[in-house]
């Protein structure tokens, strides 16, 4: 069974502060997909990296995936409270179905 | 273009009731998901469907069903629901391309087992 260590669960900070949310495996992943999920919405894609040691910027979010292919970090600068929400990653292994491994979440809080 | 759609949104269901939760996409997708989300949780995948008439067991089957009889469909059946099944439950679709399988997903269906 693949399992995504994802840390922290929770951070609460001041807007305009940087953050780092981590995603970490013992297993090689083919992909790994960040998702921001909102309350009362299903989770939205933000970002798919695929090949180890591949970094993505998307505004203020940067993706990357790790040279071994088993971890990914989301780094946001100058947070906003528009960044509030559940980011949730997610790794796709060598499967049938192309099924996702999902980490726990880390919810964040921007305050104003 | 509605993408994935879940009905219900919300429903209390009795110890032992069964109930269907329906889910549909119109993006021709041929992968469709289950999951369920309980409270501060990720994701869990109960079922998945790679094309119709192929189902096969995620994680945490145990207490459902599916089934997939055309390519826009995939209903999940709980059949005597029990409360360790109350949880948000999310549908998914995907299409198949080399390397890369973003999934789509619906709104939820929030269920509570009373």
């Known amino acids: 069974t693949q399992l995504l260590e994802q840390s922290p669960q929770f951070l609460s900070i001041q807007e305009g502060e940087n953050l780092t949310v981590y995603c970490n495996s013992s297993?090689?992943?083919?992909?790994l997909q960040w998702y921001r999920q909102e309350p009362g919405e299903g989770p939205v894609l933000l970002v798919t990296v695929v090949t180890g040691g591949e970094v993505k910027k998307l505004k203020r979010l940067t993706f990357q995936f790790g040279d071994a292919r088993k971890d990914s970090s989301l780094h946001i600068t100058a947070a906003q409270p528009g960044d509030t929400g559940l980011y949730l990653c997610a790794g796709e292994g060598n499967n049938a179905g192309n099924m996702l491994t999902f980490g726990g979440g880390t919810r964040l809080m921007v305050k104003p | 273009n509605a993408g994935v759609t879940q009905t219900p949104k919300f429903r209390i269901l009795k110890i032992g009731q069964s109930m269907t939760l329906q889910c549909t996409q119109d993006?021709?997708?041929?992968?469709m998901y289950w999951y369920r989300q309980d409270p501060g949780m990720g994701l869990k995948l109960i079922y998945y469907?790679?094309?119709?008439?192929?189902?096969d067991k995620g994680e945490v089957p145990n207490g459902y069903n599916v089934s997939r009889s055309t390519t826009e469909d995939f209903p999940l059946r709980l059949e005597l629901a029990a409360p360790s099944q109350t949880s948000v439950y999310f549908c998914?679709?995907?299409?198949?391309?080399?390397?890369?399988?973003?999934?789509?997903f619906g709104d939820g269906t929030r269920l509570s087992i009373l």
């Open positions: 993006m021709n997708h041929n992968y």
């Open positions: 998914a679709s995907s299409f198949p391309e080399t390397g890369i399988q973003p999934q789509h």
């Open positions: 469907s790679v094309g119709a008439g192929i189902t």
């Open positions: 297993s090689v992943f083919s992909s």
